[in-house]
C-alpha cells in the first residue's frame, strides 16, 4: 500500500513538472512575441521612414534634366541614411545602408526607366538583416529545435515611392508676371530665357511689377515679404495689393545677391543665393531669349560670362573674383552704381568654403505669381533675378526660365501637395 501511494506521488510530482514546464514555454512565447515582435516592428517602422525620406528626396530631383537620376540617386542616399535603425542606435545593425541599387525610377506608366527625361517616380526598398532575436532564440534551445523560426536574427524589409505635384500654397516673391497680349498657359506669351522687365511703376501686359501677396498696399509689408522668412500661403484666385515701391526693398533684394550695406548682419543672417554674379546685356550679349540660366554666352559677352548654373556650382560672387570684397568690382560688370547714394560696401566671398557656399540657399530662383487685370493670381512663373537694385531705384530685369509647374521647372516651395499650379512638392504615393 505505501510502496502504491510513493509511486502515485513521484507520477503526480512529474506530471506537475511537465505541465509547469509547458506553461513556463508558453509565457516565454508570448514574452518573446511581445519583446522580439516588437523589436521588429520598431525596426520595421524606423526602415520606413528612411524609405520615406529617401524617396522624397530622391523625387524632389527629377526636373528631367540630364542628371536628374545622378543627383536624385545621392540625394535619396544622403536623406535615407540619417534616418538610423535599431532603437536609432546610429548603426544600420552593421548590415550596410542604403545603395544606389536600392533606388530605382519608374516612367508616368510605372515602368522602370534609366531615362532622365521620363523618370517621374522614385521608388527607395531596403531589408534590414540581422535584428537580434532575444527569446525566440531562447525558446528554440529549450524546445530543443533548430527550425528556422527560433533563429538568433530576422529580417524586415520597407519600401517608399514619391513623385512630386504642386503644392496647395507656395512661397513667391512680392511681384506680379502680366501675360504678354493674346499670352496663354503655359507660357502666357514669354519665351524660356527671355528677359522681362520688373518697372517701378504700374505694370503694363508684358512687364512685372511689385504686388504684396497679403493683398495689402503697405511698402513695409513688400519688404518684409521679400525678406526672410518671406511670405507662403499664396494660392491660385488670391488677390494681391499694389504697394508704393520704397528704397527699403533695396536691401533685401541686394542680399540674395550676396551685397550688404556695412551695418548689415551679413550673409550668416540675411543669406545669399549659391552665386551673386549679375546679368546685363553689357556682359550677356545674347539675342532673345537670352537664356542666362543655362546658356552659352555669345560673342562680344564679357570674358567672365558664364551662364547661371555654371556660376553657381563655382559659387561666384558679384565681383566675381575670389576672394573679392570691392563693390566697385561689380560696376564694372552691370553698369549699375551700388556705391554712390545706395552704401552697399561688403560682398559674400565667393569660392569653395567662401560666404556663398557656407550661407547659401536657391535665392535667385525665384516664383513669381503670374495676374490677371484683377490682380488675381492665375498661375506661377518660374524666373531668375538677373541683377541687383540701386539707389535711386531703376528698372531690372528677371529672366522667364518657364512655368514653374512644369516637370523641368528649378523652382522649389514647401507646402501639402494637392495644387493646380505652381512649383512642385513631393509627395508619397506608396
Known sequence: MGAAIMRYADHQQGAIILTVAFVLLF???????????????????????????????????????????????????????????????GTWSGKGKIVAADI???????????????????????????????????MGAFAGSADAAYSSTKGVGALAVATRSSAQTTCPVPLGLKPKDGGTAPNYGYQPGEWV???????????????????????????????????????VADTLGTPGVEATVVPVWNARFGIYKNADPGPSVNHPDYSGYAYTSTNWKNAVPQNAYAGI?????????????????????????????????GDSITGFELKTG????????????????????????VAVPVINGANQVIDYACMLMLQPLSIPMVDVQLEFVGNAGAESSPCTTNGYAGGTAGPKVPVLVQ
Open 27 to 89: 509565457l516565454l512565447g508570448f514574452m518573446a512575441i511581445a519583446l522580439d515582435f516588437g523589436h521588429m516592428f520598431v525596426v520595421k517602422d524606423e526602415l520606413q521612414t528612411s524609405m520615406d525620406a529617401c524617396a522624397l528626396s530622391a523625387a524632389q530631383e527629377l526636373d528631367g534634366a540630364g542628371d536628374a537620376i545622378t543627383r536624385a540617386t545621392n540625394a535619396g542616399i544622403t536623406a535615407g541614411n540619417l534616418n538610423n535603425v535599431n532603437f536609432q542606435s
Open 104 to 138: 530605382t525610377f519608374k516612367d508616368p506608366f510605372y515602368g522602370v526607366t534609366t531615362v532622365p527625361a521620363l523618370a517621374r517616380y522614385a521608388q527607395c526598398q531596403h531589408t534590414q538583416s540581422g535584428i537580434q532575436m532575444w527569446l525566440f532564440q531562447a
Open 197 to 235: 522687365t520688373l518697372i517701378m511703376g504700374t505694370p503694363t501686359s508684358g512687364y512685372i511689377g511689385w504686388y504684396n501677396l497679403d493683398g495689402s498696399t503697405n511698402a513695409s509689408e513688400t519688404r518684409t515679404e521679400l525678406g526672410e522668412p518671406g511670405r507662403c500661403g499664396t494660392r
Open 297 to 329: 554666352p555669345a560673342a562680344g559677352s564679357d570674358a567672365t560670362a558664364l551662364n547661371f548654373k555654371t556660376k553657381r556650382l563655382a559659387f561666384a560672387s558679384y565681383a566675381d573674383t575670389l576672394g573679392g570684397s570691392n563693390v566697385g568690382a
Open 342 to 365: 545706395g552704401g552697399f560696401k561688403t560682398l559674400a566671398t565667393p569660392g569653395a568654403g567662401g560666404e556663398h557656399e557656407q550661407f547659401g540657399y536657391s535665392r535667385r530662383i
